[in-house]
């Protein structure tokens, strides 16, 4: 193709209509001619287009890199540092299996336990951008079933998709962190006689939703009705983060550890060592805890995070990359 200034003032722009004498150059083809703006255009439709395709094999982080890059920014916890490195790298391995090949593989989401202050936000929030995919975070205390005061569950869905700049295929490859998860427990490990809307209701909610399903959500989101135009997003490789105190646990933990016994006989263990029994939560621990076994059953990677120690306190002011002291 041949760009140059053309001398006739007539001829414009095949695709806006441009005159030649507004504009810098016109490329012509075949008697059609596109201007500069136009091919920009193009350009970037082009670049875009190729962004929202499923992740190559070459651009897949190892475990390994995406664990160096988390001792950036996080200090200590190396033993979630290292499960979150390798499940989320599992998963988008799955994915183009999953593209590539007749034999499907689940995914797997992961729960996070851990006081206050450890860091689970600041994990989820850095692998998303060490992954450069779509990512927001959901607070588990305002979610109710749908119909009841509260937003329904298929809002962060609706959130995923506004920080995807509305790009479908953006979104259903990016990750969901809902924090607090643990306010949405049960009161105890029966199940309940009267609705609990805004704790077993919306255990019940995030099912399907966790697992993989297409679900019809309002673009602008709030709630739907009949006449509203409704988004379609496949969570089949949306990954879920779930992260929670769990405050309490550490009773439920301890007594299964203790095991029973009466009289002045018995062993009595307790410890004073807070991580030690957080290092030994099970499935079962946090069902009783109050979680439909469905869920945590969705829920198959458990890690924990553990206190933090006043060297570990101290490292996080000088060592990370984002450091308040630099």
Do not use: W
């Not at 920014?73 to 988008?92: C, D, F, M, P, W």
């Not at 609706?158 to 990016?174: A, C, F, M, P």
């Not at 030994?280 to 109050?290: A, R, S, T």
């Not at 969705?298 to 990359?321: M, Q, W």
Request: aromatic share 6%; charged share 25%; net charge neutral.
């Amino acid at each position: 193709m041949n760009k140059k200034k053309l001398q006739n003032n007539d001829i414009s722009c095949s695709f806006c209509s441009s005159k030649q004498d507004t504009i810098e150059f016109l490329v012509e083809g075949n008697g059609n001619y596109i201007c500069d703006y136009c091919i920009e255009k193009a350009y970037d439709a082009l670049c875009g287009s190729r962004d929202v395709k499923l992740l190559s094999e070459r651009e897949i982080l190892t475990p390994l890199q995406i664990k160096n890059k988390l001792d950036k920014y996080i200090i200590g916890q190396e033993r979630v540092k290292i499960t979150l490195s390798v499940a989320v790298y599992n998963h988008y391995k799955r994915i183009l299996n999953n593209m590539s090949s007749n034999m499907h593989i689940d995914k797997s989401n992961i729960l996070l336990a851990g006081p206050t202050g450890t860091g689970k936000t600041l994990l989820a929030r850095t692998l998303a951008t060490i992954l450069d995919v779509p990512f927001t975070i959901v607070d588990a205390t305002v979610l109710t079933e749908a119909g009841y005061v509260g937003e329904d569950v298929d809002n962060i869905l609706v959130r995923l998709y506004q920080d995807s700049d509305y790009d479908i295929n953006k979104t259903e490859q990016g990750i969901i962190y809902i924090d607090e998860i643990d306010k949405i427990a049960r009161k105890n490990s029966n199940p309940s006689i009267t609705r609990d809307v805004s704790g077993e209701g919306v255990q019940q909610s995030l099912l399907k939703i966790i697992e993989g399903t297409i679900a019809n959500i309002p673009p602008k989101g709030g709630r739907k009705h009949p006449e509203q135009p409704l988004i379609k997003i496949n969570t089949t490789n949306i990954l879920f983060i779930c992260g929670g105190t769990f405050d309490g646990i550490n009773n439920i933990i301890e007594r299964r550890i203790r095991g029973g016994g009466m009289g002045f006989d018995r062993e009595v263990n307790q410890t004073r060592d807070k991580n030690l029994n957080i290092k030994n939560i099970q499935v079962e621990d946090i069902i009783k805890f109050g979680f439909l076994p469905e869920l945590i059953g969705r829920l198959p990677i458990i890690s924990y995070l553990e206190y933090l120690d006043k060297k570990a306190l101290f490292d996080v002011l000088t060592k990370p990359k984002n450091s308040i002291i630099n």
